[in-house]
């Protein structure tokens, strides 16, 4: 089965940045994007990037558009979400998940525990 780990949320300025980390173990064939899901208490899933992850082709919302960036490590089987130019309304859970497409950048097979990100002076 494909898992997913995420690390590396905390607090952070506004302003700031951080860099995301999605450790996959179990990947198949099939497990061809990572997609990168952020929730707020009682809101909704919102995507914010997603990668192919051999071709390394990458998509995001035009919300996120130039402020988010993901890549991958595939000798350390790792995507990362580099986070720039935060504010507060960023601060929500992060989430990695694993599917054959990215499709609408918010629904995917498999889900990682998530990371807390929080934006605030």
């Avoid at 898992?3 to 999605?22: D, F, I, N, Q, T």
């Avoid at 990037?49 to 990458?58: F, V």
């Avoid at 989430?95 to 998530?114: H, I, K, R, T, V």
């Amino acid at each position: 089965q494909v898992h997913l780990v995420e690390s590396g949320g905390g607090l952070v300025r506004p302003g700031g940045s951080l860099r995301l980390s999605c450790e996959i173990s179990g990947a198949t064939l099939d497990t061809r994007v990572i997609g990168w899901v952020r929730q707020a208490p009682g809101g909704g899933r919102e995507g914010v990037a997603c990668i192919h992850i051999s071709a390394g082709s990458t998509y995001y919302p035009p919300s996120v558009k130039g402020r988010f960036t993901t890549s991958t490590d595939n000798a350390k089987n790792t995507v990362y979400l580099d986070l720039n130019s935060l504010a507060p309304e960023d601060t929500d859970v992060y989430f990695c998940a694993a599917d054959s497409s990215c499709g609408n950048l918010s629904e995917y097979a498999y889900w990682g525990q998530g990371t807390q990100v929080t934006v605030s002076s």
